[in-house]
């Protein structure tokens, strides 16, 4: 009986062991997934090509409004900007020029500032760029994470903040 019971106890033992195993080796598995979609998304930004297209937006002091009915873009390519996000919010100021674009926040161009920082640790890219129309000055920064999630917050010199969720993918050649 007490050989039966030592041989329990190291059966026991062994399996623990080897699920400890398999569990430090999901671990690696899902770090080394996590390092190529993240070297992934940091070739697809460093192409200059890329288009982030939000499903929610969240004006400032509101609830998140669902935007998958609502044609949206952030395009880069080759330096130059395509925006159109629609807005909801404040707007600090009127003009003529809001009722050109609809209300939303539209820019072409090249932007007045653009960088990117890489944050190798957290696994995500931090893009900045400042950019105007007729009328407004537009800051915006788009944190684009390893899988291609994105949150991108505006910055308006005439409306209130908002912010939009959504995701970075390769621009297509037709567009």
Known sequence: MKKFIILLLFSAFMI???????RAERKKLKAEKADAEYAQMKELVNSGAFVFEAQWATPLGSSRINLLANPNHLKIRDGEADTFFPYFGFIRTGGSSYNRNGGGIEFRGEPVKYTTEFN??????????SAKNDAELYDVI???NRSGTATASVNSSFRSSIFYEGFVKELEDTE
């Open 142 to 144: 788009l944190t684009i």
């Open 16 to 22: 623990n062991t080897a699920d400890a195993q398999s």
């Open 120 to 129: 190798d640790k957290k696994r995500a890219i931090i893009l900045k760029l």
